[in-house]
């Protein structure tokens, strides 16, 4: 497989990658922040964004995703790299208790543990993952993602029936 670094210096990339996303997406936001372009999507709309980055702007790499709980929804956010310095950082938010969103596996390959682990920390589900299965946490008779404001630490009826 071949690699081909994007060309260009960092203000022309961001500037090109901002343009890039505009120019074929309805954003609900965008600007270049810093070494970074800040791109806002709906969710719906991030597997499409998300290719574009791979696919026509040569963003190569995909080097985590981040969930934040805000209490009725997720702000996920993906974090790209071209590594030469430029930075994307591509967040979307989703609603619901019990959320999806589409998965990014088959864009980013590196997605895969990404999702698996905020599937298991916040029990944001990928629709379309792989191999979508608890990361850290027990597989089996643990009901609980840790990292939701609502889990209680209460270490008798969280791991009750583990031991």
């Given at each position: ?100 969103i589409g998965t990014a596996t088959a864009i980013y390959p590196t997605a ?28 089996d008779h643990f009901d609980h993602h840790p990292l939701l404001k609502s ?13």
């Amino acid at each position: 497989m071949a690699f081909t670094m994007p060309e260009g210096t960092l203000e022309d990339r961001l500037k090109r990658y901002l343009d890039g996303f505009g120019s074929r997406h309805g954003l609900l936001e965008s600007e270049i922040v810093g070494d970074a372009v800040r791109v806002v999507a709906a969710p719906g709309d991030v597997p499409a964004v998300l290719a574009t980055a791979k696919e026509v702007l040569g963003i190569p790499h995909l080097s985590f995703i981040t969930v934040v709980d805000r209490v009725g929804s997720f702000e996920i956010t993906y974090a790209l790299i071209d590594f030469r310095g430029a930075r994307v950082n591509l967040k979307t938010t989703v609603e619901g208790d019990e959320p999806v969103i589409g998965t990014a596996t088959a864009i980013y390959p590196t997605a895969n543990w990404h999702e698996r682990e905020a599937y298991d920390m916040f029990g944001v589900a990928f629709a379309g993952h792989p191999d979508l299965r608890r990361l850290y946490m027990w597989q089996d008779h643990f009901d609980h993602h840790p990292l939701l404001k609502s889990f209680e630490i209460s270490t008798r009826r969280t791991f009750e029936g583990l031991r």
